[in-house]
């Protein structure tokens, strides 16, 4: 399994940002995707997930509201739409799977996913 996370650069506040996160390696459909930042010194955090049912999206409350997160018709790929971006959004973003088809839901639980993605830089200027 393979996850390769694009799409980061710089961005002055406010601005927008798309990343991607294609999976490979097997058929991701019944596979929940998920997004993590880490800041320099801070531990790696949850910024949403896409589930592989109904397709539910849950965020964290740093991002509601900014962020949305969708999936590409073959289930492989995931998007996350940063927009009204700000300072405290820089960090390297991962995009990380779980599955196939998980009983719990700790979405935001690190340990949940079972794939990581090798991150993609984000810096936001002010």
């Known amino acids: 399994v393979q996850l390769q996370a694009s799409g980061g650069g710089l961005v002055q506040a406010g601005g927008s940002l798309r990343l991607s996160c294609a999976a490979s390696g097997r058929t991701f459909s019944s596979y929940d995707m998920g997004w993590f930042r880490q800041a320099p010194g801070k531990e790696r955090e949850f910024v949403g997930v896409?589930?592989?049912?109904?397709?539910?999206?849950y965020y964290a409350d740093s991002v509601k509201g900014r962020f949305t997160i969708s999936r590409g018709n073959a289930k492989n790929t995931v998007y996350l739409q940063m927009n009204s971006l700000k300072p405290e959004d820089t960090g390297v973003y991962y995009c990380?799977?779980?599955?196939?088809?998980?009983?719990?839901?700790?979405?935001?639980?690190?340990?949940?996913?079972?794939?990581w993605g090798q991150g993609t830089q984000v810096t936001v200027s002010s």
């Open positions: 990380a799977v779980a599955g196939p088809v998980k009983v719990s839901r700790d979405y935001g639980e690190k340990g949940y996913y079972d794939y």
């Open positions: 896409i589930t592989w049912g109904r397709g539910s999206t």
